[in-house]
């Protein structure tokens, strides 16, 4: 089998591969170039560069970008289809009788694209079309010769382990969300389970912010590059009778995380709320601040910047008197780095530095890159507005999606690394169940520790303490 190179080595600083096309015609075959480059083409032209023949395998940066982009325009399932169809049409797989040594060249070409699909999109193949069509082409394939059936096996193996390890770990969400409750429930009926804090759980700052990292390399690993693309799917203007992919938009793994996230930052003001007494919630704030700065010396944005918006929550960042305890100086660095003017300048050039250091890195530790998930969502959005997916004369903007593509594609290559650091599970339970105040508990018990400063502070204190505890 064709070994496939590494993400990173797909795309080049300019988008994509320059030398993927050979011919210095402006047009080819329904397909638009300039200076080689393709720029755009018909959907049914776009969908035969896919299919491998003799004397052709199409390049794997464009493998990923049409597999990526495609489904704004078709299901998956049709796509294979079509493609399935082409292969057995172009190379008479299914003629018995056509000649054993051009099935000889092709079988390992269209077995090698079908590995490629089912390894970097392995979510279509939760739907049984799909599966059904994969097999019945990798059977086609498999008859030939015995070399060609074990790959065929090794492939499908692959797969299956794959969607086997993504239903346990939907499970393992299911299990979470059934069980989560709010800590104000738990407080007030059984006020002894949650004395412990984090820092009895975990007194140690770098170690908390290894097993952050820990939680946020397996939720990221679980997201499909496809997600991204899904999550903005809409009716595409030249299909008249249905919305393409949006009845069924599948982005569990994507809003699984954006909810760990949030889930952090409110973990966070609870744990920084709960103390009684001001030296200790002081000391909450400080040991934050250092798990914080651990998390970007380790290139955990998303864990850094859901700390920074914890802390930075109104119930956190009204208690004056406990902000006046604090050495802030450490936490207005980390604020600095994560400023938002310019469009995170200061974070994108240090996003940047991680990036270029997890390229030459001999360690795992040095190639980990976990961006701050929401403004990478942000920009593929903005990308995805900001251009037209077709272009006046009905073709297909791919130009638009060797860009897109190349975003992905950087996130495919952060979310494939190992974490290096030792789990601890007690603390990873911890951080992952234990109950967190909702916003008005946390209000309510801001409130509790630095009494309201003003009439409206005052009156929605009553409130909360009528409608949380039941007292006047």
Known sequence: MPQTPPFSAMFDSSGYNRNLYQSAEDSCGGLYYHDNNLLSGSLE?????????????????????????????MHPYELMAKV????????????????KNQIRKIAPKILQLLTEWTETFPYDFRDERMMRNLKDMAHRIASGEETYRKNVQQMIQGLIRKLTTLSQYEEFLAKISSTSTDRLTVLKTKPQS???????????PYTLAQQLTHIELERLNHIGPEEFVQAFVQKDPLD?????????KKTRNLEAYVEWFNRLSYLVATEICMPVKKKHRARMIEYFIDVAREC???????????IISGMNMSPVSRLKKTWAKVKTAKFDVLEHQMDPSSNFYNYRTALRGATQRSLTAH???????????????????FLNEGCANRLPNGHVNFEKFWELAKQVSEFMTWKQVECPFERDRKILQYLVTVPVFSEDALYLASYESEGPENHVEKDRWKSLRSSLLGRV
């Open 45 to 73: 032209a776009l969908i035969q560069h896919l299919v491998p023949n003799v004397d052709y395998y199409p390049d794997r940066t464009y493998i990923f970008t049409f597999l990526l982009s495609s489904r704004l325009f």
């Open 84 to 99: 399935c169809h082409l292969c057995v049409e172009h190379q008479r797989l299914s003629d018995p009788n056509s000649d």
């Open 194 to 204: 949650i004395q412990r804090d984090i820092i009895t759980v975990c007194s140690d």
């Open 240 to 248: 008249n009778d249905k919305s393409c992919y949006s009845e069924r």
């Open 296 to 306: 970007f010396n380790i290139g955990n944005f998303n864990s850094l910047m859901a």
């Open 363 to 381: 360690s795992s530790r040095e190639k980990i890159v976990i961006p701050f998930f929401s403004l990478l969502i942000k920009d593929i959005y």
